[in-house]
DNA sequence: TTCAATAGTTCGATAGTCTTGAACTACCGG
DNA sequence: CCGGTAGTTCAAGACTATCGAACTATTGAA
């Protein structure tokens, strides 16, 4: 919980890192989830509560890393947020299309609405 | 040369499958390239000519199992053209969306227009 | 038919990445 | 200060990528 927690800017966004960040079940769920508008989410939410937690972290740091999402140290949790506007600035339709085209599993906290 | 070149119904083809398979710089390439009009391409033609033929047979198979692009054995050569509008029909979008973001690297064969 | 050349595939080894439990760090409430 | 909570880091085994070398299949000649 010391590291800078690094995002790259915008103009560095690589559509290969984003495609591959996007390219794991569920890390696609997860951006799916945080585009659904139940957001921003920790990541204990926003991830399948049966995986690992270090594996969630992994996961986080990936999506992190190539840019599609935000994270914020909140007190103990770490919050979350797609970076949907600049995303779209930069590729634009891309995640627009494969949200859509991504099969519309529940959200974590889908079911208790 | 003796295996059936299996490629996946239209139905079949996984959103995570075809993310992963252009979330590589030279299989991007290749399917930019496909997309581009100058095909169908055999896979010396499409893929970049210093990578190692066993490398670029690793590529297209990673193309052609997720849905891709459809090969057709022609004599000692396999042409390779891509399917768009299958994909397209199954993900609304996505590769154009994905093909109009990758930078406009030449073709291998573009140059020579 | 036999032979050499061509186009890809398969194999094996090395190197890198993913998953996951265990240990660790940071923050909050009492 | 202490226990609980939220994530991170580390290490080990499994998995995957790259690439040279050997192999297979097809073609076109001699």
């Known amino acids: ?3 800078p927690l690094l995002h790259p800017a915008s103009e560095d966004l690589k559509l290969e890192s984003v495609l591959y960040a996007l390219a794991d079940p569920m890390r696609l769920e997860i951006v799916r989830c945080l585009a659904a508008g139940d957001c921003p989410l920790n990541c204990s939410k926003a991830a399948p509560s049966h995986v690992p937690k270090s594996t969630q972290s992994h996961h986080f740091q990936i999506l992190r890393e190539a ?3 935000q994270s914020e140290r909140r007190g103990t949790e770490v ?3 797609i ?3 600049e995303i779209n ?3 634009p339709g891309v995640i627009d299309a494969i949200l859509k085209a991504a099969k519309p599993l529940v959200c974590p906290d889908a ?3």
Chains 1, 2 share one sequence.
Request: no cysteine; glycine share 6%.
């Open 89 to 91: 600035a930069r590729f």
């Open 1 to 3: 919980m010391q590291r």
């Open 83 to 85: 970076r949907l506007d």
């Open 79 to 81: 919050v979350n947020s």
């Open 111 to 113: 079911d208790k609405a």
């Open 67 to 69: 840019g599609l999402i």
